[in-house]
């Protein structure tokens, strides 16, 4: 939630410099972010196997790496 606050405020005071800072790297990161939540969401109805979080959480850190290099070395 902190980082909602931070990261919303930023937006409010840079408008659209901020929004193409964000990009590319933003909405992979909130891929990546939503992904886990989905699994976490999921695990809270029904018993979910191993191998489904084991595949979720590495396809989650997969897209967190991409993120991670799209924000190191793309510039838009």
Do not use: C, D, K
Request: charged content about 10%; cysteine-free.
């Amino acid at each position: 939630a902190a980082n909602v606050i931070v990261v919303g405020a930023s937006f409010g005071a840079y408008g659209t410099r901020m929004a193409w800072a964000a990009l590319p790297h933003g909405p992979v990161e909130l891929a990546a972010y939503a992904l886990a939540l989905a699994l976490y969401l999921q695990g809270r109805n029904r018993p979910i196997p191993i191998r489904h979080v084991l595949a979720v959480a590495a396809l989650s850190i997969s897209v967190l790496a991409l993120a991670a290099v799209l924000e190191t070395f793309v510039n838009v």
